[in-house]
T-cell receptor
Framework: AQSVTQLGSHVSVSEGALVLLRCNYS??????LFWYVQYPNQGLQLLLK??????LVKGINGFEAEFKKSETSFHLTKPSAHMSDAAEYFC????????????FGPGTSLSVIP | GAVVSQHPSWVICKSGTSVKIECRSL??????MFWYRQFPKQSLMLMAT?????????EQGVEKDKFLINHASLTLSTLTVTSAHPEDSSFYIC????????????FGPGTRLTVT
């Protein structure tokens, strides 16, 4: 069975500072990994995905994540936080089967302090 | 491309009534759609997996007679909350996977249900 943990339910950073959101996964097969962002009262938007190609994945809005198999991690980073980055972020895992369900982590709320 | 819509975006209903939420893939055909429920400040909880032309597969603990799912076409799935109660108030989100075999889910904007 797959699972996802996100360390830190709430993270605060100053505008312009590094953003680091942590994600660890558990999977019995090589996983597909995703990061989604959700703004209040909206659906989810895909930031980036790992699908067994390059371990460093670049996404939208300046975000990137690195797949580390030895650490079973897929942390999300952004060099410089913007106010518009304040949102809820979800890490998710799938076993890669086309029609299989995706398991979401509990989410991390990111606040950006001006 | 790959746009998923939901209707309505929000709905208020009285306890005991039924509410239908539609999920449509606007520019692609979706053989599989998923329905999620999200409580405030919480993550998405998968309720069921809906495949076109077949019965939905419900997750453990989800009442299939209360949350009726129909996936009658490759572009439309509906979730009907029957005999709604205040505890059914939540944010319901659908997602869809296209027929190309892509593993990526495309999410709808969600429907806020409030039962009074």
């Amino acid at each position: 069975a797959q699972s996802v943990t996100q360390l830190g339910s709430h993270v605060s950073v100053s505008e312009g500072a590094l953003v680091l959101l942590r994600c660890n996964y558990s999977s019995s097969v090589p996983p597909y990994l995703f990061w989604y962002v959700q703004y209040p009262n909206q659906g989810l938007q895909l930031l980036l995905k790992y699908t067994s190609a390059a371990t460093l994945v670049k996404g939208i809005n300046g975000f990137e994540a690195e797949f580390k198999k030895s650490e079973t991690s897929f942390h999300l980073t952004k060099p410089s936080a913007h106010m518009s980055d304040a949102a809820e972020y979800f890490c998710a895992v799938s076993d890669g089967t086309s029609y299989d369900k995706v398991i979401f982590g509990p989410g991390t709320s990111l606040s950006v302090i001006p | 491309g790959a746009v998923v819509s939901q209707h309505p975006s929000w709905v208020i209903c009285k306890s005991g009534t039924s509410v239908k939420i539609e999920c449509r893939s606007l520019d692609f055909q979706a053989t599989t759609m998923f329905w999620y429920r999200q409580f405030p400040k919480q993550s998405l909880m998968l309720m069921a997996t809906s495949n076109e032309g077949s019965k939905a597969t419900y997750e453990q603990g989800v009442e299939k007679d209360k949350f009726l799912i129909n996936h009658a076409s490759l572009t439309l799935s509906t979730l009907t909350v029957t005999s709604a109660h205040p505890e059914d108030s939540s944010f319901y989100i659908c997602s869809a996977i296209g027929t190309s075999g892509s593993y990526e889910q495309y999410f709808g904007p969600g429907t806020r249900l409030t039962v009074t």
